[in-house]
């Protein structure tokens, strides 16, 4: 429901409160204040969507502006936290500290730019494999973690980049592998 047909809906609900309150007051005026407290309950019900989307609407409004830095580059998988960078060509950067934490293997910075010389590079001061590169480095790993990781990866960060490049008609110069 629209925000302002629930701000009219309630004023009007409100009305009709005070009208019963009053109604109530005429008709029992014997029973003086007490016979008023039958309506406030009502008032409570008129005004409860009003103040619940109010209260709702505040606190996306609060988490939207505490999350504004992290939006789009903030992965969370099994309870590590991934900041993913996304680059100018719509490419996502996934810090090989984090992969190699979740996948457990124990390959240097070194080794991945070597094998992968379009696919590493260092931002932030810390590796990162563009997501191509990184399904690559994961489809060699037989590790069920690495296993794991890979299919999370593939559908939360990789498939959502790959789309959106494609979208923008963005083409990669693939992270092949030299031959060493």
């Given at each position: 429901m629209d925000f302002k047909k629930l701000v009219f809906l309630t004023l009007v609900g409100l009305a009709c409160c005070l009208a019963f309150t009053y109604f109530v007051r005429i008709a029992?005026?014997?029973?003086?204040?007490?016979?008023?407290?039958l309506s406030y309950p009502l008032y409570a019900l008129v005004s409860w969507p009003l103040i619940q989307r109010s209260a709702l609407a505040f606190i996306d409004?609060?988490?939207?502006?505490?999350?504004?830095?992290?939006?789009?580059?903030?992965?969370?998988?099994?309870?590590?936290?991934?900041?993913?960078?996304?680059?100018?060509?719509h490419c996502r950067w996934v810090p090989t500290s984090a992969i190699r934490k979740i996948a457990g293997t124990s390959v240097t910075d070194s080794l991945l730019a070597q094998l992968?010389?379009?696919?590493?590079?260092?931002?932030?001061?810390?590796?990162?494999?563009?997501?191509?590169?990184?399904?690559?480095?994961?489809?060699?790993?037989?590790?069920?973690?690495?296993?794991?990781?890979?299919?999370?990866?593939?559908?939360?960060?990789?498939?959502?980049?790959?789309?959106?490049?494609?979208?923008?008609g963005v083409k990669l110069d693939p992270a092949d592998e030299e031959e060493p």
């Open positions: 029992f005026f014997t029973a003086g204040p007490y016979a008023a407290m409004s609060i988490r939207h502006v505490a999350l504004r830095d992290v939006q789009g580059s903030f992965y969370s998988y099994r309870g590590v936290p991934i900041k993913v960078i996304v680059d100018r060509d992968y010389p379009s696919g590493w590079k260092l931002l932030d001061n810390q590796g990162h494999l563009r997501d191509d590169a990184l399904i690559e480095y994961l489809s060699t790993a037989c590790a069920l973690d690495a296993v794991k990781f890979k299919n999370w990866a593939l559908r939360n960060i990789v498939y959502p980049a790959r789309i959106t490049r494609d979208r923008l």
